[in-house]
Structures are given as C-alpha cells and as structure tokens.
Nanobody
Framework: QVQLVESGGGWVQAGGSLKLSCEASGVMYGVNSMGWHREVAGKKREFVAAIDTGDATRYDPHLKDRFTISMDVDKKTVYLQMNGLSSEDAGTYYC?????????WGPGTQVTVSS
C-alpha cells in the first residue's frame, strides 16, 4: 500500500520561507514523477509543481520564481522550497505521486503565513 507522508508545514511570517518534504513508502512499481498541489483560501486544489525521475520540472507560472521542487529518487522523497511567502500562499499543500497508471495523494500539510 502506497503511503505519502508530508512534513515541513507550519507558521511563517510574510516574506519568509518553508521547505516541505514528502516521503513515499510501499511503492511497488517505481516512481514516475512526484509533485505538489495546494488548496488556498477560496480556490479549488491547484497545481504547484512537479518533477520526474529525470529531473524535468514543471511549475505553475505564477509560482516558479519563488518555489523550487526537487526529488531524491532513492529516498522516494520530493521537496518544495518556498520563498517569499505571502498570505496568498497560506493553505494546505498536498503531495502527489505517479507510479505506473496510478496516482496517490498525501493527507496534506498546513502552511500558515502571518502578515
């Protein structure tokens, strides 16, 4: 059974930084790619960034200047470095993993930004 465990969320002052981590376990057929989505106030879950095992990355164009995604393939762990956080970034961040024809979501980690 695939499980994703996110960490690194918390409280930060506006302009500050956080680094999220997401570690996968129970992956039977290898990892194709991993990524992050988020649910922020008043919006549906939205794409943030993704990375595949060849280190190819994709970003929401509005976030790519402040967010950086990376992955440790051996550890099956994806990271999201977030800089210059504002209240618009506050919300729940979800990790997603693609393996074979399946996708798996983490339970989410909360990011709170104080102005």
């Amino acid at each position: 059974q695939v499980q994703l465990v996110e960490s690194g969320g918390g409280w930060v002052q506006a302009g500050g930084s956080l680094k999220l981590s997401c570690e996968a376990s129970g992956v039977m057929y290898g990892v194709n790619s991993m990524g992050w989505h988020r649910e922020v106030a008043g919006k549906k879950r939205e794409f943030v960034a993704a990375i595949d095992t060849g280190d190819a990355t994709r970003y929401d164009p509005h976030l790519k200047d402040r967010f950086t995604i990376s992955m440790d393939v051996d550890k099956k762990t994806v990271y999201l470095q977030m800089n210059g956080l504002s209240s618009e970034d506050a919300g729940t961040y979800y990790c997603i993993l693609f393996s074979g024809f399946d996708s798996y979501w983490g339970p989410g980690t909360q990011v709170t930004v104080s102005s």
